[in-house]
T-cell receptor, first 111, second 114 residues
Framework: DQQVKQNSPSLSVQEGRISILNCDYTNSMFDYFLWYKKYPAEGPTFLISISSIKDKNEDGRFTVFLNKSAKHLSLHIVPSQPGDSAVYFC??????????FGAGTRLTVKP | EAGVAQSPRYKIIEKRQSVAFWCNPI?????LYWYQQILGQGPKLLIQ????????DSQLPKDRFSAERLKGVDSTLKIQPAKLEDSAVYLC????????????FGNGTRLTVT
């Protein structure tokens, strides 16, 4: 039951360029969406979130876009830095207040 | 602010043995979650507590997994007996009660069942 999908297992970008990570969901009742960043041997760290009443939220180099009609959200990182290299998880909250996670996208930013 | 604490960090057991994990959430966080993360996959919710009550345990394999949060603070997750497919990282997370509160994760316990 994959309600949250990240179809790209990996992404490689050059330092200074934009990184775009994508996420699709199937449950139209999700009302809160988040992105988490995970380094090896650590737990996921909260990065940025967006409520379903918005279509964009910005925090420094990170911007999350939500397209409810397409059930799609994306995370933009600009400019990308080598320290951004990590696994990024998309998550969505359901009616039970449970967070459902995608499988993750491994981002590599090359110097 | 101290983060979510989990122990142990690593555990290796043989199949059919039992194991327990411990979690101390961030102070004041009413909601506590246990997630299972298998290599190459995203975290999968096992159980959610609101204070000391279970909100959702629909994905917890109750024939072998159990969890408790007796005083509404610390929590333990137990597996008995363990199977090979239980090898995973077990993540504990906590959040404030209410809408739009992100989860804060501990560093997890990596379980290997041989």
């Amino acid at each position: 039951d994959q309600q949250v999908k990240q179809n790209s297992p990996s992404l490689s970008v050059q330092e200074g360029r934009i990184s775009i990570l994508n996420c699709d969901y199937t449950n139209s009742m999700f009302d809160y969406f988040l992105w988490y960043k995970k380094y090896p041997a650590e737990g996921p760290t909260f990065l940025i979130s967006i409520s379903s009443i918005k279509d964009k939220n910005e925090d420094g180099r990170f911007t999350v876009f939500l397209n409810k009609s397409a059930k799609h959200l994306s995370l933009h990182i600009v400019p990308s830095q080598p320290g951004d290299s990590a696994v990024y998880f998309c998550a969505a909250r359901d009616l039970n207040n449970d967070m459902r996670f995608g499988a993750g996208t491994r981002l590599t930013v090359k110097p | 602010e101290a983060g979510v604490a989990q122990s142990p960090r690593y555990k290796i057991i043989e199949k059919r043995q039992s194991v327990a994990f411990w979690c101390n959430p961030i102070s004041g966080h009413a909601t506590l979650y246990w997630y299972q993360q298998i290599l190459g996959q995203g975290p999968k919710l096992l159980i959610q507590f609101q204070n000391n009550g279970v909100v959702d345990d629909s994905q917890l394999p109750k024939d072998r997994f159990s969890a408790e949060r007796l005083k509404g603070v610390d929590s333990t997750l137990k597996i008995q007996p363990a199977k090979l497919e239980d090898s995973a990282v077990y993540l504990c997370a906590s959040s404030l009660q209410g809408a739009n509160s992100p989860l804060h994760f501990g560093n997890g316990t990596r379980l290997t069942v041989t």
